[in-house]
């Protein structure tokens, strides 16, 4: 299985963008997905995490309300919607699949990663 994240780019604060992640195979469509995000000498910190049916919503307490996270089942693909950008939102961000259908705002929780997406917000 392969994840491809795409869509990030440089943006002033206050814009918007969207991440794409598309998965390889429907392997993981059954499984639960979400989103991290890496800055610079900082840890992989968990963003948003959706269910398998694109039920189930879940962000961090830094991004709710600005972001929104959402699958395409037959499109193999996961979007996050990013509006109200931040310089504290500069990061490589990535994608993830679940190891099943229940999603978690852990690292363990995902065995599949998509390669980041750079996401730089300039002030």
């Known amino acids: 299985v392969q994840l491809q994240a795409s869509g990030g780019g440089l943006v002033q604060a206050g814009d918007s963008l969207r991440l794409s992640c598309t998965a390889s195979?429907?392997?993981?469509?059954?499984?639960?997905m979400g989103w991290f995000r890496q800055a610079p000498g900082k840890e992989r910190d968990f963003v948003a995490s959706?269910?398998?049916?694109?039920?189930?919503?879940f962000y961090a307490d830094s991004v709710k309300g600005r972001f929104t996270i959402s699958r395409d089942y037959a499109a193999k693909t996961m979007y996050l919607q990013m509006s109200g950008l931040t310089p504290e939102d500069t990061a490589v961000y990535y994608c993830?699949?679940?190891?099943?259908?229940?999603?978690?705002?852990?690292?363990?929780?995902?065995?599949?990663w998509g390669q980041g997406t750079q996401v730089t917000v300039s002030s």
């Open positions: 959706i269910m398998w049916n694109g039920g189930g919503a």
């Open positions: 993830a699949a679940a190891r099943g259908a229940r999603s978690g705002s852990s690292r363990s929780d995902y065995n599949y």
């Open positions: 195979t429907r392997a993981v469509s059954n499984n639960a």
